[in-house]
């Protein structure tokens, strides 16, 4: 069967709105949606369970032939512990930390075991065509579930210059911020690297610092110097937290460095014009796959 939309993802009177930060559900294949105002997208989606709020994964393309690892030895990485207060709550977009006995945390587990499905990507993007379609939600608690009771070294990083929002997030101070480290390995690639820990998310953070010049532009070569040096350090997945793909060229100068591109779009919001839009400018080859959200 075809579902017509009005133009918006996830016009469903049937599934309830969400309240607080989205999540990402995985249930079985439908067929295409369509969009009467934009040009037609066949693009499969999985139909929402209407007792859980929330989004679904649409798988696009299999993973490349995995990456040839890079030569030379491991980067140093420089450690600075960091614990989430507990006098105060969670920021609400840290499903995992804040909920994670409820069933949109339990959702975020259900990406991963599609995600890992796809080929155990060691990078992956996660991007979306516009702002405000729920990337940094998708990307903290998908790097959370992977890390999980350390089931897996996992490294969170983001590229998003002119609007960085993982310090705010995790309550921290880069003590030494990402775009500045990007930029300091292009030209000396054998140079400590310093990241936050924090233990009690078995996780690696690499923020941006939020008074970082927002007119800086992200350094492609740098980015990719930094992946090739990274994936020897021994984390199993690299997470990182984009940049949207509309309106500028970022994600394209960093999708090579990459095992693939994950898309987060927000129901009633994003558009099938949009993600068509965000497929063709990245290349559908680079597109793991659409995370729903709502």
């Not at 890992?116 to 729920?134: K, N, T």
């Not at 775009?179 to 390995?185: F, R």
Request: hydrophobic share 45%; net charge positive; aromatic share 4%.
């Amino acid at each position: 069967m075809t579902k017509r939309h009005t133009g918006r993802f996830g016009d469903n009177p049937q599934v309830p709105a969400s309240r607080g930060a989205p999540l990402p559900l995985v249930t079985q294949p439908m067929v295409a949606i369509d969009d009467p105002g934009a040009t037609r997208v066949d693009h499969p989606l999985t139909r929402v369970d209407p007792a859980l709020a929330g989004a679904v994964f649409t798988k696009h393309a299999p993973l490349a032939t995995p990456r040839p690892s890079p030569a030379g030895p491991p980067p140093e990485i420089g450690l600075t512990q960091h614990t989430l207060p507990q006098d105060d709550p969670f920021d609400r977009r840290l499903v995992l930390a804040s909920d994670p006995d409820s069933e949109r945390a339990a959702a975020f587990r259900v990406l991963r075991h599609h995600l890992l499905e796809l080929g155990r990507p060691q990078v992956v993007i996660v991007s979306s065509p516009e702002p405000g379609d729920g990337k940094t939600t998708t990307a903290m608690n998908l790097a959370l579930a992977l890390a999980e009771c350390g089931r897996a070294k996992v490294l969170l990083a983001e590229t998003h210059v002119r609007r960085p929002q993982l310090a705010n997030a995790f309550r921290l101070t880069p003590p030494w911020c990402f775009a500045e480290q990007l930029a300091a390995h292009r030209h000396q690639p054998m140079l400590p690297w310093s990241l936050v820990e924090i233990p009690q998310l078995w996780l690696h953070v690499a923020a941006i610092s939020p008074k970082i010049e927002k007119t800086q532009l992200l350094d492609a070569p740098a980015f990719s110097i930094a992946m090739d040096r990274l994936r020897t350090a021994g984390y199993e997945h690299i997470v990182i937290d984009a940049p949207p793909v509309l309106g500028s060229a970022d994600v394209n100068l960093m999708a090579d460095a990459a095992d693939g591109v994950l898309l987060a779009v927000r129901a009633r919001r994003s558009t099938t014009r949009d993600l068509r839009k965000a497929i063709e400018q990245i290349g559908a080859s680079k597109v793991l796959g659409t995370v729903l959200v709502q």
